[in-house]
């Protein structure tokens, strides 16, 4: 088998990596009872630095596993409550005339932190939720002609109710496209849901969490990640996934670009976190369904036929080979 490259000091430091990663998932999970692969997931997503989407219907802990994950990070965090009242200067910043100076004077909205939690994303009108689209994907604010940086890291953490549910709008196509990867919580088993009370009825909140990472681990963890060796034929390999969507008669909208690359990021953090510095097929086949499903837009017709994203993905994947090379794969 082909060496990577990256050599023993790559393998140290995805060595690191993994220690860390399983510290603060063990935290997380200390509150988010029962879900380990939700979790890991959300961890997965957040260290290939993109934004999550968790959607699911209410009640299931949409919103403590955001603040569980926020409060495990040393990290400044701002929750926006997406309301069908909020505007979008709301959630970016407003220009506030000083009598003093006699000047405009930018005030910075609450998507000026580490981690943003957008509470029930999708409650808010669509005008508002396009204030997200520049700064989650250039991380930037921009103003009357000015530009404004947000914090590194930056991550959006989104709670969505499903669109059957009263009350909420759909996102829209590039709103998804946004999110680096989506994941459904769904009910939890027995014994997890008994811990739950449990904790409920001592008092003990995702907000109580001691924090086990700081901003320098997070932006160390998130180099070490986008470093993992990525062989060309595992490049092919996604490229062949990605196309094929964009070939499915069902599909009205298959995946564009950003997703191919949102899987390739998210298998580079997943590798690092089992605590390998290459990535494997494997690798791509497990982050492919969190990336690729919310990015495949049905033709309504097949919506009828009861055609689902995730099975259409899954034929794909069954279908497209798995590239068998000497390159770690």
């Not at 063990?26 to 959607?55: D, M, Q, S, Y």
């Not at 200067?89 to 506030?96: H, I, L, R, S």
């Not at 298998?267 to 690729?292: E, I």
């Amino acid at each position: 088998m082909e060496s990577s490259g990256n050599g023993a000091g790559a393998a140290g430091q995805v060595e690191w990596f993994a220690e860390h990663y399983e510290v603060l998932a063990r935290n997380v999970e200390t509150f988010i009872r029962g879900k380990p692969e939700v979790v890991r997931a959300a961890l997965v997503c957040l260290f290939a630095e993109g934004h999550l989407l968790i959607e699911d219907v209410p009640g299931v802990g949409k919103t403590s596993l955001a603040k569980a994950v926020a409060s495990s990070i040393g990290a400044t965090m701002r929750r926006i409550q997406f309301t069908p009242d909020l505007l979008p200067t709301d959630v970016t910043g407003v220009q506030v005339y000083d009598d003093r100076t006699r000047q405009f004077e930018f005030r910075p909205g609450p998507v000026f932190a580490n981690v943003v939690l957008a509470d029930e994303i999708n409650r808010a009108s669509p005008k508002t939720q396009s204030a997200l689209l520049e700064v989650m994907d250039e991380r930037q604010v921009t103003m009357d002609g000015t530009t404004y940086p947000v914090a590194h890291p930056f991550i959006v953490m989104a709670t969505s109710n499903p669109v059957e549910h009263e009350g909420v709008y759909r996102l829209p196509e590039a709103q998804l496209d946004r999110f680096l990867m989506r994941v459904e919580v769904g009910y939890p088993a027995a014994v997890a849901e008994r811990e739950i009370i449990e904790n409920r009825t001592r008092g003990y909140t995702p907000e109580q969490l001691s924090s086990v990472l700081t901003v320098d681990d997070m932006r160390r963890m998130m180099t070490i990640a986008h470093q993992v060796y990525l062989a060309p034929v595992l490049m092919e390999y996604i490229v062949a996934v990605v196309s094929a969507t964009r070939r499915m008669p069902e599909l009205r909208l298959g995946v564009s670009p950003r997703g191919s690359l949102g899987v390739a990021t998210a298998a580079q953090s997943l590798a690092a976190a089992s605590g390998r510095p290459f990535v494997t097929a494997q690798d791509v086949k497990t982050v492919a369904p969190n990336v690729l499903a919310h990015r495949m837009i049905l033709r309504p017709e097949a919506q009828l036929q009861g055609h689902i994203p995730e099975a259409l993905l899954d034929s794909i994947l069954s279908a497209v080979p798995v590239p068998q090379d000497r390159a770690r794969v």
